[in-house]
């Protein structure tokens, strides 16, 4: 089972995601410490990050960046989101494998999901 690291800060919403993700199959994990993000793909086995761009007074893309440039995890898809309208180039530039606006649709965001991992796996 692909396991899936949601980095959310808003609690409704990670909640909501991850048991949306959970009834849909994938093994899911929520977390709020964007600083942890990291050791928890390492740790935790995680096929793919699914993280906010603005997250806890830290800027999701530093996150990103701090992934593509750790050698053992620099390939694990990673799914930004955020409901800042110039997010898109800004989180694809420094290194999101894709990206969703907020609000989003959950079937969106699962066939975007799919397809990453199917990526992954080639």
Do not use: W
Not at 53 to 58: F, R, T
Not at 65 to 89: F, G, H
């Amino acid at each position: 089972m692909n396991k899936i690291l949601i980095v959310e800060d808003d609690h409704n919403l990670g909640i909501m995601i991850q048991d949306m993700l959970g009834f849909s199959g994938y093994d899911v994990m929520l977390s709020r410490k964007p600083e942890q993000t990291a050791n928890n793909i390492i740790e935790h086995d995680i096929k793919l990050v699914l993280l906010d761009k603005l997250i806890s007074g830290i800027d999701g893309t530093d996150v990103c960046a701090t992934i593509r440039k750790t050698k053992a995890i620099s390939k694990t898809p990673i799914l930004m989101m955020s409901a800042l309208s110039n997010a898109r180039e800004v989180c694809l530039k420094t290194g999101a494998s894709e990206f969703i606006s907020k609000p989003f649709d959950m079937d969106e965001l699962i066939s975007k999901i799919e397809l990453l991992l199917k990526k992954g796996e080639a």
